[in-house]
């Protein structure tokens, strides 16, 4: 299974465009790579899932460089709002097993 | 409206008590999972299940027991509550987990917040 690594936290203000990225150095050939938002005393919700290069939605972009042993979640000008908890997971191929990592807390200034 | 629910958002019990929490979900989907979170331990979970009368031990399934008899509905049981479980718990389904090319988001609850005394 892959471990995943994350910065405990980040800040940012208002209207930049911020990136959170996770390690994930022992993924397998056939794993996906999936990140959640998390607000407080909620219930994590998905954001993105990726397997290589970039793929964007209406959220944020992500992007899987070439060996596939990180990640990177972009969000472009974030808002008050996006202050959260944000998990890297990395769907296993092989197994059903889950394993988040500690989640990078993002604060938004304004 | 797909969801997940979890019943009762709020719960404090004694040590030993036996306590149920229970899950459903409307959205036919086959991986069911429990989780607890904890103060800078993220998500860590307790049990999964692939599909009825299919399930498997998570992270940190000691203390816990888990049923699939139907496919919505995936409870999790606490024989004998003890303190260390003290925690908020998530319920979460998904179509399925693995390498198919689907989509793996997973729903989640919105938690249940058990206090063992």
């Known amino acids: 299974l892959a471990k995943t690594t994350q910065p405990i936290s980040m800040d940012s203000y208002e209207g930049q465009e911020v990136n959170i990225t996770c390690s994930h150095n022992n993924i397998a050939t056939n794993d996906y790579i999936t990140w959640y938002q998390q607000f407080p005393s909620q219930g994590p919700r998905f954001i993105i899932q990726?397997?290589?290069t970039k793929v964007t939605n209406e959220v944020a972009s992500l992007f899987i460089p070439a060996d596939r042993k990180s990640s990177t979640l972009s969000l472009p000008r974030v808002s008050l709002s996006d202050t959260a908890v944000y998990y890297c997971l990395v769907i296993p191929y092989n197994t059903d097993k889950l394993i988040f990592g500690t989640g990078t807390r993002l604060q938004v200034f304004p | 409206e797909a969801q997940v629910t979890q019943n009762p958002r709020y719960l404090i019990t004694v040590t030993g008590k036996k306590l149920t929490v229970t899950c459903s979900q409307n959205?036919?989907?086959?991986?069911m999972s429990w989780y607890r979170q904890d103060p800078g331990l993220g998500l860590r979970q307790i049990y999964y299940?692939?599909?009825?009368?299919?399930?498997d031990k998570g992270d940190v399934p000691e203390g816990y027991k888990v049923s699939r008899k139907e496919k919505r509905n995936f409870p999790l049981i606490l024989e004998s509550p003890s303190p260390n479980q003290t925690s908020l718990y998530f319920c979460?389904?998904?179509?399925?987990?693995?390498?198919?090319?689907?989509?793996?988001?997973?729903?989640f609850g919105p938690g249940t917040r058990l206090t063992v005394t």
């Open positions: 979460a389904s998904s179509l399925k987990v693995g390498w198919e090319g689907l989509t793996y988001e997973q729903y």
């Open positions: 959205m036919n989907h086959e991986y």
């Open positions: 299940s692939m599909n009825v009368e299919v399930t």
């Open positions: 990726g397997y290589k």
